[in-house]
């Protein structure tokens, strides 16, 4: 009985081989495994992580001409104005305004964290933004760079005093965005650093180059505590945003998403980090996004603010750049950084998943976005 199987299973192996030898892989059977620059307008997409804080209609407008859907995530950070609740009501008339082409993150502030009642009125901040179709909760990096206790003590994520907080989270089966911590270059002087952008950025503001203020959290220390926020709350779909602040290698990010089932991570401007590790090592990257490919969204960070102008070519531009990068083996230069590298040309299925599909996995509430009776 097993050499009969055998003897059909070889069969089978030959007469497919047979098969392939004669249909052979034509070039239309090649083209159809991967998008063409062409294909860009007509896949549709989703941009996970984008700040829309106005309520001019252009910038959702100029994604949907380029078939983009979009996240909007809230924040709260006294130097990053305007505050969540202002950042909310743009969101919400965004939403209302394109409901089936743009949908937003709330987030929960820690003005008052030192107050007896934060936990509560965190938690009807939330409340509420759930009841308006917040379809997900983002956690910014003050906790861990600045946010401090009664004592003085920096508070880091893994601290008891947000167990309420995410608690209620998890059981409102609702995602976090968690932008925890900052690129490593922070950390090093800035001739190590490996970006042009985050050395002209942390020169112009030395007051958030970590490496010139020891005295706060290391690189590892913030890590850490994410990573130790994740093993106290296992339960959490949790989104890291900018490569989950593991931009400058994809092994430890790889470790990462290994040990974390429910951890998956946004792009948003850190695909130049993705880029300047295929100069180096085109191989390791691709399978890097081969063997994640349900773990990545697409994302580009780009803030609209009610003051600025949309430029529409640079946005255009930078996320054809994107699109260029992933769907093509070209040749291609960043002003970033001086090394040529060559596009990760990853199959179409591998494409639809980072660019659309897994942002609606692992943010159920974007579900509204399928309905196509949009505008
Ligand atoms: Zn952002």
Same mark, same amino acid.
């Given at each position: 009985m097993k050499i009969f199987f055998l003897y059909l299973l070889a069969g089978c192996l030959l007469f497919?081989?047979?098969?392939?030898?004669? /249909?052979?892989?034509?070039? @239309?059977?090649? @083209?159809? $495994?991967?998008?063409?620059?062409? =294909?860009?307008?007509?896949?549709?997409?989703?941009?996970?992580?984008?700040?829309?804080?106005?309520?001019?209609?252009?910038?959702?407008?100029? $994604?949907?001409?380029?078939?983009?859907?979009?996240?909007?995530?809230?924040?709260?950070?006294?130097?990053? *104005?305007?505050?969540?609740?202002?950042?909310?009501?743009?969101?919400?008339?965004?939403?209302?305004a394109f409901p089936h082409r743009i949908a937003y993150a709330t987030t929960f502030s820690i003005r008052h964290f030192n107050d007896s009642n934060w936990q509560s009125q965190t938690i009807n901040y939330l409340k509420n933004s759930f009841a308006r179709g917040a379809v997900a909760v983002k956690i910014y990096k003050v906790i861990g760079m600045s946010l401090r206790d009664k004592t003085g003590k920096l508070v880091m994520i893994d601290d *008891?005093?947000?167990?309420?907080?995410?608690?209620?989270?998890?059981?409102?089966?609702?995602?976090?965005?968690?932008?925890?911590?900052?690129?490593?270059?922070?950390?090093? *002087?800035?001739?190590?650093?490996?970006? /042009?952008? =985050?050395? $002209?950025?942390?020169?112009?503001?030395?007051?958030?180059?970590?490496?010139?203020? *020891?005295?706060f959290p290391s690189y590892e220390t913030q890590i850490a505590a994410r990573d130790h926020m994740l093993e106290r709350h296992p339960d959490l779909k949790f989104v890291g945003a900018h490569l989950g602040s593991l931009e400058w290698n994809v092994d430890e990010l790889a470790r990462r998403l290994d040990k974390f089932p429910n951890m998956a991570v946004d792009m948003a401007a850190r695909i130049v980090h993705l880029q300047y590790q295929a100069a180096g090592n085109w191989q390791k990257v691709h399978d890097f996004m081969i063997k994640y490919q349900d773990r990545l969204l697409y994302a580009t960070d780009a803030v609209i603010d009610a003051? @600025?102008?949309?430029?529409?070519? =640079?946005?255009? @531009?930078?996320?054809?750049?994107?699109?260029?990068? %992933?769907?093509?083996?070209?040749?291609?230069?960043?002003?970033? %950084?001086?090394?040529?590298?060559?596009?990760?040309?990853?199959?179409?299925?591998?494409? =639809?998943?980072?660019?659309?599909?897994?942002?609606?996995?692992?943010?159920?509430?974007?579900?509204?976005?399928?309905?196509?009776?949009y505008e």
């Amino acid at each position: 009985m097993k050499i009969f199987f055998l003897y059909l299973l070889a069969g089978c192996l030959l007469f497919q081989n047979c098969q392939e030898v004669k /249909k052979g892989p034509t070039a @239309a059977n090649i @083209a159809e $495994s991967f998008y063409t620059h062409e =294909d860009f307008k007509t896949v549709e997409k989703i941009d996970a992580h984008v700040h829309v804080n106005t309520n001019k209609p252009d910038y959702v407008q100029l $994604s949907a001409q380029d078939n983009f859907r979009i996240i909007t995530i809230n924040l709260d950070d006294v130097n990053e *104005p305007p505050p969540m609740e202002e950042q909310q009501q743009f969101a919400l008339q965004q939403v209302k305004a394109f409901p089936h082409r743009i949908a937003y993150a709330t987030t929960f502030s820690i003005r008052h964290f030192n107050d007896s009642n934060w936990q509560s009125q965190t938690i009807n901040y939330l409340k509420n933004s759930f009841a308006r179709g917040a379809v997900a909760v983002k956690i910014y990096k003050v906790i861990g760079m600045s946010l401090r206790d009664k004592t003085g003590k920096l508070v880091m994520i893994d601290d *008891p005093r947000f167990d309420t907080i995410i608690n209620f989270i998890v059981q409102n089966k609702i995602p976090v965005i968690g932008h925890l911590a900052e690129p490593k270059n922070c950390w090093l *002087p800035v001739e190590k650093m490996t970006i /042009k952008g =985050d050395k $002209s950025y942390f020169m112009q503001n030395p007051l958030y180059h970590m490496y010139l203020h *020891p005295e706060f959290p290391s690189y590892e220390t913030q890590i850490a505590a994410r990573d130790h926020m994740l093993e106290r709350h296992p339960d959490l779909k949790f989104v890291g945003a900018h490569l989950g602040s593991l931009e400058w290698n994809v092994d430890e990010l790889a470790r990462r998403l290994d040990k974390f089932p429910n951890m998956a991570v946004d792009m948003a401007a850190r695909i130049v980090h993705l880029q300047y590790q295929a100069a180096g090592n085109w191989q390791k990257v691709h399978d890097f996004m081969i063997k994640y490919q349900d773990r990545l969204l697409y994302a580009t960070d780009a803030v609209i603010d009610a003051s @600025a102008n949309i430029n529409k070519n =640079d946005i255009h @531009a930078r996320t054809i750049n994107d699109w260029q990068f %992933f769907t093509s083996d070209d040749a291609m230069t960043s002003a970033d %950084f001086d090394q040529t590298f060559k596009g990760l040309k990853l199959p179409k299925q591998v494409i =639809d998943k980072i660019y659309r599909t897994n942002a609606e996995k692992w943010f159920p509430g974007i579900s509204i976005f399928r309905n196509k009776n949009y505008e």
